[in-house]
């Protein structure tokens, strides 16, 4: 069954010149781009999308970071798409949890600056889509 996650490739990805190579990377896993968009974030819409994370320790730099620089959003599609962007991200620390091969895994050193974002579950995919492609939600 066709499934929908969100991802994000973060500033730092956007910085660094990693786009294409993340992209690359995500239509070799065999998923569909359904959406693919350079955005630019305020704290608003962070606060949004990170809404699970209000009132960790961590929250204040994180939004600062998401909203520090220009971020490419899209929507990929694929049967279990939500678990196979996750696979090829890595964990979310890309030294201690992240297994080699995947994008935060080779590429980057820091748990707050680790490339990009996947949606947790299906659920969380749903209301991802909505906040940030609401054209493209059922
Ligand atoms: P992401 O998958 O986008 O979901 C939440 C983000 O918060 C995560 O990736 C990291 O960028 C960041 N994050 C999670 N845990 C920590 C932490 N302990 N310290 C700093 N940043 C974190």
């Given at each position: 069954?066709?499934?929908?996650?969100?991802?994000?490739?973060?500033?730092?990805?956007?910085?660094?010149?990693?786009?294409?190579?993340?992209?690359?990377?995500?239509?070799?896993?065999?998923?569909?781009?359904?959406?693919?968009?350079?955005?630019?974030?305020?704290?608003?819409?962070?606060?949004?999308h990170y809404a699970e994370h209000?009132?960790?320790?961590?929250?204040?730099?994180?939004?600062?970071?998401?909203?520090?620089?220009?971020?490419?959003?899209?929507?990929?599609?694929?049967?279990?798409?939500?678990?196979?962007?996750?696979?090829?991200?890595?964990?979310?620390?890309?030294?201690?949890?992240?297994?080699?091969?995947?994008?935060?895994?080779?590429?980057?050193?820091?748990?707050?600056?680790?490339?990009?974002?996947?949606?947790?579950?299906?659920?969380?995919?749903?209301?991802?889509?909505?906040?940030?492609?609401?054209?493209?939600?059922?």
């Amino acid at each position: 069954m066709t499934e929908r996650t969100l991802v994000l490739i973060k500033p730092d990805g956007v910085r660094r010149g990693l786009v294409g190579d993340i992209i690359s990377r995500i239509e070799r896993k065999g998923l569909t781009l359904a959406a693919l968009e350079l955005r630019q974030i305020d704290e608003d819409m962070a606060g949004r999308h990170y809404a699970e994370h209000q009132g960790k320790p961590f929250f204040p730099s994180l939004v600062e970071f998401i909203t520090s620089g220009p971020l490419v959003a899209g929507v990929l599609e694929g049967p279990r798409a939500v678990a196979a962007f996750r696979q090829i991200a890595g964990g979310t620390d890309p030294v201690e949890k992240a297994a080699p091969g995947t994008i935060r895994a080779d590429f980057a050193l820091e748990t707050q600056e680790n490339l990009v974002h996947g949606s947790d579950s299906p659920e969380s995919a749903e209301r991802e889509i909505a906040l940030w492609f609401p054209n493209l939600s059922d």
